[in-house]
Every structure is written in C-alpha cells, then in structure tokens.
C-alpha cells in the first residue's frame, strides 16, 4: 500500500497526545511530510519524536514548500476555518479538528472548495465511528425502542483549565470562538443528527456561571483565568415530528454518573456510554431489567479521539465520502451558532441546512 503525505498544522496538546501518535502507530500508511506551529520549539521537538521531514512556524509557506496529499488542521479553533480554506485552494485533502470553522461563511467555503476540487473533508469529531454509536444508530433505526420523543444528552465536564494532565495553555478555551458550546456540546450534536437526522429549530440560554477559575493544567497551574465567553449553555434541539433533545453544555461539572446520552421511544429506551466507554444498555417495554452489553473494540475504539483518521484516509483512497463530511460539520456548526444566537435573542432559531 503506497504511503499517503501528510502535514500537521498545530503541534499542541491534541496533537501530542492522540493524532501525532497516531501517525506514528500508522508509520506503515503515513508518510509525515512537515508539521506546523507558531511555537518553533514545539514544531521543532514535533518533527523530531515523530520523524517529519520538514518543521514550520508559517501554515502558507509549508503548503508552498511540502509535497503532501493531506493537512490535518489540529490548532486552536479560531484558525480552523482560514487554515483549512488555504489547504483546500492548495489542493489538499483536510481533516479538521472541531470546530470546522467559528462561522458559516467560512464553512460553507470549506464544503464548496471541497467538492469543486474533489477533496476529502473530514471534520471532527469522529465519535460517530464509535462502536457504541454506530450500534446505537442501528438500534433506533431499526425500531428496536420504538418511535424516538425524546433524548438527554450531556456535552460537559470541569473543563480544560481543570484538567491537571492538559499539556498546553488552556486560555484561549475560554475566548470568544470556543467555550464548551463548540468544545463539548459539538459531540452530542453531532452524535443525535447521525442518528435523528438534520435539526429544525434550536433554543438556548447561555451564562458565564464562573467568571474566574484558578487553573490546574500543568504549565499554567495556580494562574487565574478569566473566563470571557459562556461557560453553561443548556439547549433544546427539534428535530420536527415530535421529536426532541435537551444538550447541557458546561465547563463547570466536576463529575457526573449521568449516561452520555438516553434515548425514550414509545417501546423502551436506551442508553450510550460516556465518550471511549463500551457500554450499551437497552430497555424493552415489560422487560424486568436493564439488558447491559460492552461491545468488543473495533480499529476506531482502540484510536478514540483520533479515530478519524484511518476513516479519512480510506476515504482519500477510495473518494468515497466520510461519516463524518463536511455537509455534516457545517449543518452541527448552524445548529451551534443558532444556540448562541437564541441565547442572546431569546428567541427560537430556525436551523436551515440539511446534509
């Protein structure tokens, strides 16, 4: 099998510690062409744990110096959209971390790009590939619950700047154009439009709950943040037909015994495990208990976060276009940004892409 050229743009800590990884596990597949970052010391040790030819600090000049098929795009979220713009007008397959852009103009560029070049756009996240997910997915489609009314879904936890293994400086999570509405609440949207298909209408309403946090991450333990963008978003997604979904979103929770998500139909319910658990469980209308199953792991499970990328490749071989496309990403993002805008309008937005 002839190796596919990659390059990375953004070394930092989702890099380090799922795609770079990766890669490396994928040395039979990949040929690591060039990584990019702004900091020419992480670019630099980058190339050199991971065995890149080439190290940049400038996205343009190594897409004008890197013979490359691919571009993973894994910087902060404000970047993905422009940076994912360049690589598609260079002629290159894309995988994108989430968010694929912070605005639709952007995005709707990114997929126009994408399919007037045939290019593979593949945005994150791919929780979608999960074992739990994909069976999940059957399940309901299959009718096994019963006609779906109703899902709970939680998009949340302490956030980054808690999170004491967090490699990098996790400011910029609390900026404008990121916040736990693009940073968490995108799993469960993305998950429930797999399976309920496109939302209708989205409702919200959003606060800084916590203005301040003392941070706990490694590098910037003890520091202050200010938290500059809406740290709780709880939201109402409807999927028309009587069919709705509550996402809470947050920075602020600590820890949950909640299910990731719990699906009601008029025949039984059915839950979906926390993100990279196995655990599936469904109920039956005049069944005694809950039936538990841990699925086996597939390819995609043992990869978790980076799960994405043998799918994209596979698709970069075969043209055939990914679960995780960009018509999906773009339809999440409106559904995202109508969130935000009820929140500040107080007001219902209707959500007007398919995919």
């Known amino acids: 099998m002839e190796k596919i050229k990659l390059a990375v743009v953004g070394c930092g800590d989702i890099a380090n510690r799922s795609y770079l990884p990766a890669i490396k596990a994928m040395a039979d597949q990949i040929e690591l062409a060039a990584v990019c970052d702004v900091n020419p010391a992480r670019a630099e040790k980058a190339k050199a744990e991971y065995g890149a030819h080439q190290a940049f600090t400038d996205a343009e000049a190594m897409l004008a110096h890197t013979e490359c098929s691919g571009v993973l795009v894994l910087t902060d979220m404000v970047p993905h959209g422009p940076l994912c713009v360049a690589g598609l007008e260079a002629g290159k397959h894309v995988y994108v971390e989430k968010v694929m852009a912070v605005d639709l103009p952007t995005a709707d560029r990114m997929v126009a790009l994408a399919q007037e070049k045939n290019l593979i756009l593949s945005c994150a996240p791919s929780t979608i590939l999960l074992s739990p997910f994909q069976q999940a997915k059957k399940m309901i489609q299959a009718g096994e619950i019963g006609k779906i009314t109703l899902v709970t879904a939680l998009g949340a936890h302490h956030g980054p700047a808690r999170w004491d293994g967090y490699t990098s400086d996790p400011t910029w999570f609390y900026q404008p154009g990121a916040g736990p509405l693009f940073d968490l609440s995108v799993y469960p949207v993305q998950i429930l439009t797999h399976v309920l298909g496109p939302v209708k209408r989205v409702t919200a309403m959003a606060a800084v709950s916590i203005p ?68 599936i469980a469904v109920w039956h209308q005049g069944d005694a208990r809950w039936q538990v199953d841990h699925l086996p792991p597939s390819l995609y499970d043992k990869l978790g976060v980076a799960a994405g990328l043998p799918h994209w490749l596979d698709c970069i071989r075969t043209g055939k276009q990914p679960v995780n496309n960009g018509p999906h990403g773009r339809h999440v993002l409106e559904v995202l940004l109508g969130a935000l805008e009820s929140a500040h309008t107080g007001r219902v937005v209707e959500i007007s892409s398919t995919f």
Do not use: H, W
């Open 212 to 279: 301040e946090v003392v941070m706990t991450a490694g590098p910037v333990r003890g520091k202050t943040l200010k938290v500059e963008t809406e740290d709780t978003i709880p939201m109402v997604l409807d999927f028309g037909d009587g069919v709705f979904a509550s996402v809470n979103t947050s920075y602020n929770v600590l820890s949950s015994r909640l299910p990731n998500m719990q699906f009601f139909g008029d025949r039984g319910s059915l839950t979906t495990p926390q993100f990279l658990d196995d655990e």
